[in-house]
């Protein structure tokens, strides 16, 4: 009843402004879904009509999701690789080390692709203080070995806190907890590049809606922003269901890139492209560079869970916010 719902609603949206378009904000309200307005041809669009990114949460949070992990991973790289699709991995340090084989995998991918710090022991921002929350993602970073300063920070369970950390260990992007179709606004400092549709066991069958909201993001020139979990796409086990899903999925937005009207990014080349279009944008940074790593020896402890996602509405052009009331 409730894909039915959004279904219709996402449909309703593509209509001129009337009657229909109001039920379908309506709808969409009550289903904590909020849309527009939004910035006309933005420049770091690059003339195309929106840029997709797809993030995936790499994290074990129960001993239960290790194989199902392991495998939905192999599963995305495969995906990725079919479809050359830039993934933005939110990496988590005690995860890693944990399943090492699956971690070399990602970095052993053909395809490009940007590791993002998802921190150490998925730690609770909100919950820390930000000493402790400093040194976790110091110790994610070190673990994961990498070469290149990161540039992208994925809040375990979405709970946002301590930018001024971030800021300092030099992220530009993050992914909010607040849902929304629009263009990203640029919120302490970093980038929040605000998911669209969080791919889950639920989303079987419903390659339709997803290629609805892609749609939507490529009328309004908004950011098509999909985030799921290795784990999330597993059913009994199985990657396969899901897989055949996203498949549809990214066949599509592959066609929306050969006819010019897409672009694939990870969410650090979109923060840099934002950086360079944006004069009131703190330095210019450096271009994300390709994926070098040398993974390192630490353990530690990790902590279990994430948590839902709320959505909100967003005017670009001011960088204002109209929250929905649920």
């Given at each position: 009843m409730k894909r039915t719902a959004k279904t219709l609603a996402v449909k309703g949206?593509?209509?001129?402004?009337g009657s229909n378009s109001f039920i379908s904000r309506r709808v969409l309200r009550a289903l904590k879904m909020d849309y527009g307005p939004f910035q006309r041809n933005p420049t770091y669009l690059n003339g195309k009509n929106s840029i997709s990114c797809v993030s995936v949460?790499?994290?074990v949070t129960r001993p239960s999701r290790f194989e199902d992990n392991r495998n939905g991973t192999r599963a995305l790289l495969g995906l990725a690789e079919r479809y050359r699709m830039p993934l933005t991995w939110a990496v988590c340090?005690?995860?890693?080390e944990d399943d090492m084989r699956s971690y070399e995998a990602i970095l052993q991918s053909p395809v490009p692709k940007e590791i993002g710090i998802h921190t150490y022991s998925h730690i609770d921002a909100q919950a820390s203080s930000s000493e402790s929350f400093k040194a976790d993602v110091e110790r994610c970073i070190q673990v994961l070995g990498l070469n290149d300063r990161p540039k992208t920070?994925?809040?375990p369970w979405n709970r946002e806190a301590h930018f001024d950390v971030l800021h300092e260990l030099g992220f530009?992007?993050?992914?909010?907890?607040?849902?929304?179709?629009?263009?990203?606004?640029?919120?302490?400092?970093?980038?929040?590049?605000?998911?669209v549709y969080y791919v889950d066991q639920k989303s079987l069958g419903s390659a339709d809606l997803i290629k609805s909201y892609l749609d939507l993001c490529i009328e309004h020139f908004a950011v098509f922003h999909l985030w799921l979990h290795p784990w999330s796409i597993m059913i009994d086990g199985q990657a396969e269901p899901m897989a055949q899903t996203l498949d549809e999925v990214f066949s599509y937005m592959q066609e929306k890139r050969n006819e010019g009207t897409l672009d694939f990014l990870t969410m650090g080349e979109l923060a840099f492209r934002l950086d360079v279009a944006s004069p009131k944008s703190r330095a210019q940074q450096e271009r994300p560079q390709e994926v070098r790593s040398r993974p390192a020896e630490n353990f530690?402890?990790?902590t279990r869970g994430h948590g839902p996602v709320d959505l909100t509405l967003v005017d670009?052009?001011?960088?204002?916010?109209?929250?929905?009331?649920h």
């Open positions: 949206l593509g209509t001129p402004l949460d790499f994290d340090g005690h995860s890693v920070f994925i809040f530009r992007a993050y992914r909010g907890a607040r849902r929304a179709i629009c263009s990203p606004v640029e919120t302490n400092g970093l980038w929040n590049i605000r998911p530690g402890e990790a670009p052009s001011r960088g204002d916010e109209v929250r929905s009331s």
